[in-house]
């Protein structure tokens, strides 16, 4: 199957062959031979879940067919960039959570490095992976994986180019608390997967599900996907049924820069301590390269 970078989106999934969006696991093996992957963001096909259980908070991680944001696309597109979260079935979520391909952490055991009251992360040293407790562990191979081999390999090739990614996973605290507000037993999130020169960080709390980039897998309608199981169709509940709305143009780092600076009061009250961060890193290279 030819795979493809679908610009659009997150409701850009709609011109994807289900069974062949690509998941983060995938798209950073394969950024191992492919260099040009390793200069876009990309959504990935990876659901993220969070619920509360007896006394535990919970962090589940599933494959694209038990992803509840992409069999609900519209609504749950309409609740992230509203409400900030999205409210799956109860049952359908519980499916889910007990499906064998999904990973189960205890977010209490990612012992997250706090940004703020909704959430934090885990730094995956990839020359130190020892160090990573049980939960961390399970986490960072599932994303950085798929497999213990792979997950060396991918490892070592963030090692090689001095690159230390992240995983940005919601705070318990806010789970529990967001969970308790709407009287509900489930909320979900869409998943994020940065350039590699952003140190390939993987957002499993994305809400900002309007931004333009890049869905990878199979386009529908091409030859390759015609002959694509059709068993794969069905666990997604039609979701590339309804035509992909237009989507503005590319969004470009000078777009980006001149927004900002254009309203300089709005950029920093829309900051935060990762946002911060990023710009800070982005100063720092942009000084050394000037430097050299």
Not at 80 to 94: H, I, K, R, V, W
Not at 136 to 157: H, S, T, V
Not at 220 to 228: P, V
Request: net charge negative.
């Amino acid at each position: 199957m030819a795979l493809e970078n679908v610009a659009g989106n997150l409701l850009a999934y709609k011109e994807l062959e289900p069974g062949t969006f690509q998941h983060v696991d995938q798209l950073t093996t394969e950024r191992r031979t492919n260099h040009e992957l390793r200069s876009r963001c990309f959504y990935t096909a990876d659901g993220e879940l969070y619920t509360v259980q007896g006394k535990k908070q919970l962090w589940a991680i599933t494959r694209e067919s038990q992803n509840l944001v992409l069999q609900d696309i519209d609504q749950a597109y309409r609740q992230l960039t509203g409400q900030g979260n999205y409210f799956p079935d109860t049952e359908a979520a519980q499916s889910s959570l007990k499906h064998a391909d999904t990973v189960v952490i205890d977010l209490k055991g990612l012992k997250l490095v706090k940004n703020n009251d909704r959430y934090g992360h885990v730094v995956v040293n990839p020359k130190d992976v020892k160090r990573l407790n049980s939960q961390q562990k399970m986490a960072a191979q599932r994303i950085y994986g798929p497999d213990e081999e792979n997950f060396g390999l991918n490892m070592e090739m963030f090692a090689d180019a001095g690159k230390t990614p992240s995983i940005f996973v919601l705070m318990p605290g806010y789970v529990q608390g967001a969970l308790r507000e709407k009287d509900t037993t489930f909320l979900a999130r869409a998943s994020w997967l940065y350039d590699f020169y952003y140190y390939s960080t993987f957002f499993a709390i994305d809400r900002y599900v309007y931004y333009r980039n890049a869905l990878r897998g199979v386009r529908l309608g091409s030859a390759e996907a015609s002959q694509h199981g059709s068993h794969e169709r069905s666990d997604l509940s039609g979701a590339a049924k309804n035509k992909v709305p237009s989507v503005p143009q590319e969004i470009t780092p000078t777009i980006c820069y001149e927004t900002l600076l254009a309203d300089r009061d709005s950029a920093v009250a829309a900051m935060d301590d990762m946002i911060a961060s990023g710009l800070s890193k982005l100063v720092a290279d942009y000084l050394a390269i000037k430097a050299q």
